[in-house]
């Protein structure tokens, strides 16, 4: 990473989301090179064009200039204008990969973000449409961005055909609130949905049956629920899979999934699902993994007050995020062990001062 005048650098294609949404929030023009230079196939592949369509979409008057070769990007950013829109993703990767950078822009629009997308709606390498519902959403509402957020699933899409259908509303706030989470409580109940389509109904039943085998020696308040699709809302291709969210007393949420793969039995599916489930409970903390960037973010874009909340250690993801957050805003992070008398537990209380970022946006033509 280097930065030259208002030009922050890059060299490579991981975390190239993250990199775009800072430059969008922050107004500093990024460049990206090397994306894949020593590859067989350099270069940009079509889902990270795709996404940048869809922030170009987004916003308004962001010039983006990708070299011949496909292996270097300047992005140089407008203002996040939101409204009604409609993106077709490649089969490549699920919506959820496009989601997440959204959902970290879409508050500081100057419209409500009317989004619809369509593609695949789960698969193995980014949040399903259900957790974003059931997980990403609610912590927005922790920092205050709560009345008209929504997010419908019209059609389910399971790979490889996709033909999945996701409505995304959003309403745009002029600040976030500082957060302060330092209480993890005790788990409380555990959700789920399981969904199958264009396979037998009897598969989300003997997801479930085979999670509630794990689960039901723990806590007595689990509701999973059975969401089967028929016809053309069950998309192109048949698949299923298992969600599972746990909430504490304190609305802290843990989640995990599995999803189904060739030759392997709806039951080890659920049991999959469930153990990941309980792995990501046992790390603790009032964040799961999935979703230490999204809060980290909107803590530096806070009111300019100390933001905290404590969390399980940083995946790789989240410390290069950290890392970039500090190149675009200049916020680094205080992180300590919440109970450093407790060798044993890995949880750690992270802090920063908020940039008391305003949303411009709304106020400008």
């Known amino acids: 990473m280097a930065q030259v005048g208002n030009v922050v650098q890059f060299s490579g294609h991981q975390h190239f989301r993250q990199r775009l ?3 969008i929030l922050s107004g500093k023009h990024v460049r990206i090179d090397k994306i894949r230079s020593e590859d067989k196939n350099p270069g940009l592949r079509d889902f990270e064009i795709s996404l940048l369509r869809l922030l170009e979409k987004v916003t308004n008057g ?7 070769t496909g292996t270097a990007v300047l992005l140089k950013p407008g203002i996040i204008f939101g409204g009604p829109l409609t993106h077709d993703c490649p089969l490549s990767r ?3 990969y496009f989601l997440e950078p959204i959902i970290m822009l879409a508050p500081f629009s100057k419209k409500p973000l009317q989004l619809t997308i369509r593609g695949v709606t789960t698969d193995e390498h980014d949040l399903s449409v259900d957790l974003i519902r059931t997980v990403s959403l609610p912590h927005l509402q922790l920092f205050g961005i709560s009345d008209g957020l929504e997010l419908r699933i019209k059609k389910r899409g399971a790979p490889p055909l996709g033909g999945g259908e996701i409505q995304f509303l959003c309403p745009i706030v002029k600040q976030v609130k500082t957060l302060n989470f330092i209480e993890p409580g005790k788990i409380k109940r555990i959700r789920g949905v399981a969904h199958a389509v264009r396979v037998t109904p009897q598969f989300s039943n003997r997801m479930i049956e085979a999670s509630r085998s794990i689960l039901n020696r723990y806590i007595p308040d689990i509701y999973l629920y059975s969401d089967v699709y028929k016809g053309v809302e069950s998309g192109k291709s048949p698949g299923y899979a298992l969600s599972l969210l746990a909430e504490s007393t304190t609305s802290a949420i843990h989640c995990a999934e599995a999803i189904s793969q060739p030759g392997v039995a709806p039951e080890d599916i ?4 469930t153990r990941a489930l309980l792995a990501e409970i046992n790390r603790g903390g009032c964040i799961d993994q999935k979703h230490q960037t999204l809060v980290l973010l909107l803590m530096v874009l806070g009111s300019e007050d100390v933001g905290r909340c404590r969390m399980s250690e940083p995946t790789p993801r989240t410390i290069q995020f950290l ?14 062990p919440t109970d450093p008398s407790d060798s044993g537990s890995s949880e750690l209380l992270y802090s920063c001062y908020g940039t008391g970022y305003v949303n411009a946006n709304r106020t400008l033509a």
């Open 62 to 68: 962001t010039v983006i200039e990708i070299s011949v």
């Open 94 to 96: 699920s919506v959820g």
């Open 270 to 273: 659920g049991l999959q699902a």
């Open 323 to 336: 890392r970039d957050v500090r190149a675009f805003f200049g916020t680094s992070f205080k992180i300590i």
């Open 21 to 23: 949404v800072l430059s």
